[in-house]
């Protein structure tokens, strides 16, 4: 899932970054290198997931890594609520929901035979637990929905009120997510021993290799197609494309490199999903810096990258062209990819304008195949039209510290893959540091909006985003998964960090 997802909320909400460090805490290991197969029954009883990029961690109250998302969400992690791939909010703990008149109470009624791994009931009681242990999490796409929260309890055992300190739009759709994760009461050490009521359960960690589930048998809901689901991670795309066509693995959660699509189109073998992902592949730009405070400055680097050629050359020309924060699951969506159209000598001008004919930048970008391609084709046009480029590649964990904690950059190129994460550029702090009190004040106004008013104000907040050159959207990560024939269920779009288990089958 290498969509370096992967960063979403700011600082202070939150990073959801779909990139991660390849180092964790080793478990024990029971992996064979082949899918196990029934041979009384005919059907798969192990699923073998290629990936990207390995989670530091599994606590995701302390780390806002998208991969612990990929993981977790909805497979060991339940939530109240959750989203499908079209980005509508469907039941999951909680069968139904109400909201008061003036918006400030949620009433959720849970599933009376929902219960953790432990088997302890997901009840009430075990609901406001969660919420209170994770108010203060360190994760700020945790804390950040949760800090609206000013009282949860427990009105009988499958009753619960969710009381906000005020309207918010967002808040229901952001439970879908890790701040709606229900926590078992008893759970310790989550950084290892992930404690959930989900389908599958943690088995394994190979540090470095793989993170094994197993089927909860005893799951309380439709149980999971498969005894085991080995998450098995890949530094290097082309050695996992090599895997999935050896049959070494069974699907590849995100295809990262669009050129080898074709070794798969042998349609008796293999079947390639292809659909909206929510990862903006981003060209961020240090607000802080003297340069890239100057609107002309910002609009001549817009206006001298082809989006559309990068696009051909990175991603062979799949994916979608995006002029703001916002992909096509949002309910705000509208196409802005041609905000600044391609156009060198508007862009050169623009330079002489600002007196910047001689501008020399700093592209600081993480080793990611993606990211790595795209940095070059940026440096070569702006080039072109007068902006000195040097290119800087560091390891993941280096950009975490460098440029994602320190803002030490003028440019980088990361895939920000967490769901409406438009809000993201409210926050000065964040690492961009953007600061539009225009921008801020709408987006705050937009939350607390009546709801059929929320949509048309986010539409605006996106324009003046667009318009404000906050950033440059390269394009919008695909998501393209590949998988063998016969695994079915498969969900067309990537609409949440999750990589959902639960619909996926196997004859």
């Given amino acids: 899932m290498i969509r370096a997802k992967n960063l979403a909320r700011s600082w202070v909400r939150g990073a959801a970054v779909v990139l991660a460090a390849v180092v964790g805490t080793s478990l024990t290991a029971c992996a064979t290198d082949e899918p196990t197969v029934d041979a009384t029954t005919a059907t798969m009883t192990q699923l073998v997931v290629g990936a990207t990029l390995e989670p530091n961690t599994l606590d995701f109250s302390t780390s806002s890594e998208a991969a612990i998302g990929q993981l977790l969400l909805y497979n060991v992690y339940e939530t109240l609520v959750k989203v499908d791939d079209t980005g509508a909010i469907q039941p999951l703990l909680a069968t139904s929901w109400e909201q008061s008149d003036d918006r400030l109470t949620y009433t959720f009624h849970l599933d009376p035979a929902a219960h953790f791994a432990s088997g302890t009931p997901v009840d009430a009681e075990a609901v406001v637990a969660s919420i209170e242990r994770l108010k203060p999490a360190a994760n700020s796409n945790v804390s950040g929905p949760l800090g609206l929260v000013d009282e949860a309890a427990a009105v009988d055992a499958q009753t619960l009120t969710v009381t906000l300190t005020r309207p918010s739009n967002s808040w229901l759709y952001d439970m879908t997510a890790m701040a709606g994760i229900v926590v078992d009461p008893a759970a310790g050490d989550l950084a290892t021993q992930p404690a959930g009521s989900g389908p599958y359960q943690l ?94 400055v910002r609009q001549a680097i817009n206006y001298g990258i082809d989006r559309q050629a990068l696009m051909d050359t990175v991603w062979g020309g799949k994916g979608l062209l995006i002029g703001s924060m916002v992909t096509p699951t949002d309910p705000y969506f509208e196409d802005l990819s041609q905000t600044y159209p391609y156009d060198p000598a508007k862009a050169q001008a623009l330079l002489v304008e600002a007196g910047q004919t001689d501008l020399t930048l700093q592209l600081r970008t993480p080793v990611i195949p993606y990211a790595t391609a795209a940095a070059q084709v940026v440096a070569s046009q702006l080039g072109e039209i007068g902006i000195t480029v040097t290119v800087e590649e560091i390891d993941f964990a280096t950009w975490l510290t460098q440029v994602y904690q320190n803002g030490d950059y003028d440019l980088t190129i990361v895939n920000h893959a967490e769901p409406r994460d438009l809000v993201q550029f409210s926050d000065p702090d964040y690492y961009w540091h953007y600061n539009n009190p225009e921008f801020n004040e709408l987006m705050a106004e937009a939350d607390a909006a009546p709801a059929d008013e929320y949509v048309p104000l986010m539409q605006q907040a996106a324009r003046i985003l667009a318009d404000d050159a906050a950033a440059d959207w390269l394009f919008l990560f695909p998501h393209l998964v590949v998988a063998k024939v016969g695994i079915d269920g498969i969900p067309a779009n990537s609409a949440s960090l999750s990589f959902d288990l639960s619909t996926i089958t196997a004859g």
């Fill in 203 to 296: 088995s394994d960690w190979i540090q470095g290799d793989r993170i094994g589930l197993a089927r909860d048998d005893a799951y309380w809901g439709q149980p999971g197609a498969f005894e085991t689901v080995e998450f098995r991670y890949y530094s290097d795309p082309n050695t996992m494309s090599s895997a999935m066509l050896s049959g070494d693995i069974d699907i590849i959660s995100d295809l990262t490199t669009p050129g080898s699509v074709d070794a798969f189109n042998d349609q008796s073998k293999f079947q390639v999903i292809e659909g909206t992902s929510t990862g903006e592949v981003t060209l961020g730009f240090n607000h802080d810096r003297p340069g890239l405070q100057d609107l002309r």
